[in-house]
């Protein structure tokens, strides 16, 4: 059973930069995609970022292309967001998610595992 647990979430103020990471545990498997999910309050969860295992691929929403990185260092079996110019709609909780397979998908129900979230919160 995979285990994720994110950290890195905070209050921000707009423009201001933050990193939010994932920690994985008890993958047996070596195919996979790990993304990041976010919700705001009242809204749908939505997808983020995405990279698959050997990190060559990723994958952005339109929303944050440009302003959000993904990445992955698999010695340490931890999967990072790095947000730039954060702006208030960037407000949510913050999920990152596994699936286990070597295609990145956007769609919620292709993800097997979650982890918790972390809030990240951005004032203006």
């Known amino acids: 059973q995979v285990q994720l647990v994110e950290s890195g979430g905070g209050l921000v103020q707009a423009g201001d930069s933050l990193r939010l990471s994932c920690a994985a545990s008890?993958?047996?498997?070596?195919?996979?995609?790990t993304g990041w999910f976010r919700q705001a309050p009242g809204k749908e969860r939505e997808f983020v970022a995405a990279?698959?295992?050997?990190?060559?691929?990723?994958s952005y929403s339109y929303s944050v292309k440009g302003r959000f990185t993904i990445s992955r260092d698999n010695a340490k079996s931890t999967v990072y967001l790095q947000m730039k110019s954060l702006k208030p709609e960037d407000t949510a909780a913050y999920y990152c998610?596994?699936?286990?397979?070597?295609?990145?998908?956007?769609?919620?129900?292709?993800?097997?595992?979650w982890g918790q979230g972390t809030q990240v919160t951005v004032s203006s």
């Open positions: 990279i698959i295992w050997s990190g060559g691929i990723t």
């Open positions: 998610a596994e699936r286990t397979d070597r295609t990145i998908a956007t769609q919620i129900p292709r993800y097997e595992y």
């Open positions: 008890g993958r047996t498997f070596s195919n996979y995609v």
